[in-house]
């Protein structure tokens, strides 16, 4: 396989070296990076003579000079925040590369019609990194889910990820920018629930606040209660008391499904699933983006019905 260039928008970001790792395990070489923000000394890790911008202006300049010349980029992997993700990708699109971009694709389910018309326009293609679908505990359940037919799974999924105060600070604490909790923290979760279960019939959220959201989902074959939250005071007693910060539970008919192990391989392994052209597209993003949508944008029934255990100590 011939060796592909990258750019990478949003090098300083949480996820952005996975990104990397994932460039340089499938033999490839990241030549440029954009960030406002020059805290990026990582890169050195991976591709210290890669070239990096501040400036998008200037970013924009250099890779349409890689083009003119002859030296376009292949693919721009886009880690940029939520909000930045749509215009990103059509700038890809527009330098003739490939975009890699992480989740959520987009904020809206509209912008997922607007791109695929400028896929259209090109002969590139947009891909989302949809990790979780290639971890093994996940592959395994959802082959045992299949196996099991029409039945009806009673599921609980619960996540918590403890966020200091710099996190309501900074675009990830703001909602037109992140798409809120659902979005930022869950939206990962709400794509392998409904590729493992099947599509959304019904939706109603319980809670709907700036440091965590509750709810509860009807899929095909289940009976879905979620609960998110970046506050620490939401852990578990027994989390606390270790000094955990998180806290991951997904539990199928009482049953816990283990899948703490294995995810830092999930970027390269995707890298490894595009360059081979079996990435995951438009369409594959379309259930997530449109199920966090909702939950964006309804209102929170409060503490009644079939709601999640943990909604009590969030009150």
């Not at 911008?53 to 030296?71: A, C, P, Q, S």
């Not at 109603?204 to 009807?218: K, P, Q």
């Not at 899929?219 to 991951?248: C, M, Y």
Request: aromatic share 10%; hydrophobic share 40%; with cysteine.
């Amino acid at each position: 396989m011939d060796t592909k260039t990258f750019a990478l928008i949003g090098a300083a970001g949480f996820v952005a070296p996975r990104h990397m790792k994932a460039i340089k395990d499938t033999e490839n070489h990241l030549v440029a990076a954009l960030d406002p923000n020059d805290s990026v000394g990582v890169i050195d890790s991976y591709f210290p003579s890669a070239d990096f911008f501040t400036e998008f202006e200037r970013f924009d300049r250099h890779i349409d000079k890689l083009r003119r010349k002859g030296t376009a980029i292949d693919y721009v992997s886009i880690c940029s925040p939520n909000y930045l993700h749509d215009a990103h990708i059509r700038f890809a699109l527009r330098n003739r590369a490939h975009a890699i971009c992480e989740k959520p694709l987009v904020l809206n389910p509209w912008n997922i019609e607007g791109l695929a018309e400028v896929e259209a326009e090109t002969d590139c293609k947009i891909y989302n990194i949809l990790q979780l679908r290639l971890h093994p505990s996940i592959i395994a359940l959802r082959d045992r889910i299949q196996g099991a037919g029409d039945q009806v799974h009673d599921v609980e999924i619960t996540y918590i990820t403890s966020r200091g105060n710099w996190y309501r600070q900074s675009w990830k604490g703001e909602l037109s920018k992140s798409g809120g909790i659902a979005t930022n923290i869950g939206v990962h979760f709400f794509d392998m629930l409904t590729w493992v279960f099947g599509n959304v019939r019904y939706s109603t959220v319980h809670l709907n606040r700036d440091d965590c959201a509750s709810g509860r989902l009807e899929l095909e074959r289940a009976r879905v209660r979620w609960f998110l939250s970046v506050n620490a005071d939401h852990l578990p007693a027994a989390q606390r008391e270790k000094g955990q910060r998180t806290f991951r539970s997904i539990t199928v008919g009482g049953e816990e499904v283990e899948f703490s192990d294995g995810f830092m391989d999930l970027h390269t392994d995707s890298y490894r699933h595009i360059l081979a052209g079996e990435g995951y597209r438009l369409d594959a993003a379309r259930t997530a983006v449109e199920t966090v949508y909702q939950i964006r944008n309804a209102s929170a029934q409060g503490l009644q019905g079939d709601y999640h255990p943990f909604c009590r100590q969030a009150r």
